[in-house]
């Protein structure tokens, strides 16, 4: 290696080297710290004392943990698909191009924007409820409102419903999958007699699969990592219907100071996202169609 290479390589990573360093301090040695204290019995207040895999043991006997997993289970196997389907209609509708078109995709995309804040989730909270939006509009047609946020039945729906809110991330990525698909499919197959539901069955799906895939293992994961909507409007209540994971390992972290314990849930919780995105990858090869590799 001449002078002038050498000195191109220490160029590079000194202009790489903020990322670097905040890579290691931010990112890599938090990864490495959660996964030692996961073996230990730590509040922040006094040195960790090892203990073994006691935590991992004690999430099997923990109720409340049982909670957390299956509402979390259940949120994101609900919210999920309803999400991504109510996206792809937005994304078919909006796909003619009009002189409003740009202005409607804006609108839409809005609650994305803004549906994870604070804010937005204060708001939701009110419009469900005893006295919100909802049981308002309920009153004028002559039905009695219902305690939306603290029935059981009904409080995670009410977080369901924000979910499906927020589908502008996806749809503007299914809207961007459907302009690539080739309008000459379509022509063919309407010469061939195929009508509109036929058409979205046989072409506009198989094209727009691995969109859908990367939507999908996308939604997976924030679906998962759910937090802020559940501690402001319900704060993981009533009957901890509404108790996600992320929310509850927050308690444990940050309210009790089990941080031990809390790390432990953190690394289960990596497993589980870990495992659904590689099953979502290793079940494509029988749904996702790729044009590249039709003559394989």
Known sequence: ??????????????????????????????????????????DVLSPPRWIGIDNWFRLLEDTRYHNSLKATFYYVFTAVPLRLIFALLVAMLLKPSTRLAGLYRGIYYLPSLIGGSVAVAVVWRQVFGSEGLINFILGMMGIKGLNWLGNPSTAIWTLIILAVWQFGSPMLIFLAGLKQIPDSL?????????????????????????????????QII???????????????????????????????????????????MAWVLLMIIAFFTALAFKSSRFWVYYESEEGK
């Open 1 to 42: 290696m001449n002078k002038r290479e050498r000195y191109n390589n220490v160029m590079g990573y000194l202009f790489i080297s903020p990322w670097l360093i905040g890579f290691f301090i931010f990112t890599l040695f938090p990864i490495i710290a959660s996964f030692i204290l996961a073996f230990t019995r730590y």
């Open 222 to 264: 924030n679906g998962f990592m759910v937090f802020t909507q559940a501690y402001i409007i319900t704060s993981g209540g009533p009957l901890d219907t509404t108790l996600f994971y992320s929310l509850y390992l927050y308690q444990k972290a940050f309210q009790s100071f089990e941080m031990g314990y809390a790390s432990a």
């Open 186 to 218: 379509y022509e063919a197959a309407s010469i061939d007699g195929a009508k509109g539901w036929d058409q979205f069955i046989k072409i506009t799906l198989p094209m727009l699969s691995p969109v859908i895939l990367f939507n999908l293992i996308m």
